[in-house]
């Protein structure tokens, strides 16, 4: 039996991303939500996830477009003279990795926010960083070390096989190569942690535009494993959002009948990080019957 994780990412961006996530979660495949914990709507995020027990939450740590826990003084090497983070990520990945004052207040900031998330009062079923920023390899040293001070069990890291969305578009172009190295270095790093890493992310290429086509068409061609599909659903655009995404077809994708269908045909077991935490050993030694969640 494959497993399945169906994430949205950008809970708490806006109401309308909440609004799209409870709907995906409740009418939909949709099993776990990635919340940032500073964002505009996050309280309300916070307020639909109590009231869903099923669906599992976890940190999608913001260093990037988007405002910080902390007070701006207090990581002034991080943002820009409004106050937000900064945008360019080459840039602020040279200076973290050039300038230790820049490295203590990114130390400061994530415990902020995994503090906030623990505030929260919800179980931290993930982490991950908004735009991949994890791949940084100090971000992803401190998520290792400062997320087992709050439980944290599971990450995601984006190694996408090209292979498997060239059965479900043949024609597709897509070269994971710039971002492979990276995402092997930190696979590598997070399990010799202990940490829950999938085998395989899905969502890269795609990202903004996984159609209810695209999404049944990974989840007819999984490979064995443990996967994740990440998207960015919504009802609409919203303050923020980005140029030329289409939130609603992905919100859309996860709540169709098609793509619930393939759920089934597939024989795949869906579920959030920490209903994998036990199935570290081949999933096809599962006994237990397939999920039945948004069918």
């Given amino acids: 039996m494959k497993g399945l994780i169906v994430t949205a990412d950008d809970f708490g961006a806006a109401r309308e991303v909440n609004d799209a996530v409870e709907t995906a979660h409740r009418e939909g495949i949709l099993t776990a939500a990635s919340l940032m914990v500073a964002a505009p709507a996050a309280a309300d995020a916070i307020a639909r996830a109590r009231r869903m027990p099923t669906l599992r939450v976890g940190l999608h740590l913001t ?3 988007g405002r910080p826990v902390l007070p701006s003084a207090a990581v002034s090497a991080l943002v820009d003279a409004s106050g937000s983070f900064r945008s360019d990520l080459a840039a602020l990945g040279a200076r973290l990795a050039l300038h230790p004052r820049a490295r203590r207040q990114l130390t400061a900031e994530i415990t902020a926010q995994f503090e906030a998330f623990r505030a929260t009062g919800l179980a931290l079923d993930h982490c991950n960083a908004h735009k991949h920023f994890h791949l940084h390899p100090v971000i ?50 997070l399990r010799q942690a202990g ?15 996984m159609t209810r086509q695209r999404l049944a068409g990974l989840i007819g061609n999984l490979p064995e494993g443990l996967s994740e599909i990440y998207l960015h659903p919504a009802t609409g655009a919203y303050a923020g959002s980005a140029a030329g995404y289409r939130y609603r077809d992905e919100l859309d994708a996860l709540t169709a009948i098609e793509v619930r269908a393939a759920t089934r045909g597939a024989n795949v077991k869906l579920g959030g990080f920490s209903d994998f935490l036990a199935t570290r050993t081949p999933l096809a030694a599962a006994t237990h019957a397939t999920a039945t969640h948004g069918r």
Avoid: K, M
């Fill in 63 to 65: 260093l990037v477009e």
């Fill in 195 to 209: 940490l829950l890493v999938p085998d395989s992310v899905f969502g890269l290429r795609w990202s903004g535009a």
């Fill in 140 to 189: 992803g040293r401190l998520i290792a070390t400062l997320g087992a001070r709050f439980g944290l069990r599971a990450v995601r890291v984006p190694l996408e096989p090209a292979r498997v969305l060239r059965r479900v578009e043949p024609r597709v172009s897509f070269s994971p190569a710039l971002l492979a190295p990276w995402a092997l270095n930190l696979r590598r790093r």
